[in-house]
């Protein structure tokens, strides 16, 4: 698995590094955070579901597959 990078943007939105892409906050629910590809409106499906641990750790979870580099 790669390491995952949280960093905040200059508007003050979150967003995640993984590897060479980025994801961007899509939705969250309950202890869960969905993302998806900054690419999703070049019809990039590539998504990631992290949560966090009790050691506060986080735990994720990638669908689809990456239509880019």
Known sequence: MED???IK???GNCVLHCGEHR???NA?????VY??????RKQCRA???TNATDNGQA???ISGVHNHT
């Open 9 to 11: 943007t200059a508007a």
């Open 23 to 25: 994801y961007l906050r």
């Open 4 to 6: 995952i990078q949280y």
């Open 35 to 40: 993302w998806k590809c900054s690419k999703w």
């Open 47 to 49: 998504r990631i579901i």
């Open 59 to 61: 735990r994720y979870a």
């Open 28 to 32: 969250s629910y309950k202890d869960k």
